[in-house]
C-alpha cells in the first residue's frame, strides 16, 4: 500500500499538463487556479532596537550598580512573571503580570522601579524571552 501526501495531490491537479482535464472540479474548493497560502507577519515589530550584546562595557563588566536586566517569563499554566535583575549587586526582584501585554509589563516595570533608588536606575536591557 502506497500513501501519497496531500501535497503531491494537489501539485498534480494543478499541474499545467494536466489543466485539460479539470481535475480541479472535484475538489472541494473548485477553484481553476491554486492561491498561495499567507504568510504570517512577523510579531518583533519594535522600532530601533538595540541588541543585549551591544550594551556598553561599563554594562558589561559590572563596574556600576545602576544598570538592570530585564526577563519576561511566559509560563503556559501560570501567569506571566516579570524578573528584574540588577547586574553589579545582583540584586532580583520578581512581580506576576495579569497579563503579557506591553502596557501591563511597563506599568509593572514602573510600580517596582518607584521602590527603588532614583540613582540606581539608569538603564534597563532584555534579556531574550522564553516560554516554560
Known amino acids: 500500500m502506497r500513501v501519497l501526501a496531500t501535497e503531491t495531490i494537489y501539485a498534480s491537479v494543478y499541474r499545467a ?3 485539460a482535464q479539470e481535475l480541479w472540479r472535484y475538489l472541494l474548493r473548485r477553484r481553476r487556479t491554486r492561491r498561495p497560502m499567507r504568510a504570517r507577519l512577523s510579531r518583533d515589530t519594535i522600532k530601533n ?3 543585549i550584546h551591544d ?3 561599563e554594562v558589561e ?3 556600576q550598580v545602576e544598570h538592570w536586566e530585564v526577563d519576561l517569563v511566559i509560563c503556559k499554566r501560570a501567569r506571566p512573571v ?3 535583575h540588577e547586574r553589579k549587586t545582583r540584586v532580583t526582584l ?3 503580570l ?3 501585554t506591553a502596557a501591563e509589563t511597563i506599568a509593572a516595570m514602573t510600580a517596582v522601579f518607584r521602590r527603588v533608588a532614583p540613582g540606581l536606575r539608569s538603564s534597563v536591557w532584555s534579556a ?3 516560554v516554560l
Open 17 to 19: 499538463s494536466l489543466k
Open 49 to 51: 532596537r538595540r541588541s
Open 55 to 57: 550594551r556598553p562595557a
Open 61 to 63: 563588566d559590572r563596574r
Open 82 to 84: 516579570l524578573v528584574l
Open 94 to 96: 520578581a512581580t506576576r
Open 98 to 100: 495579569n497579563g503579557k
Open 128 to 130: 531574550p524571552t522564553e
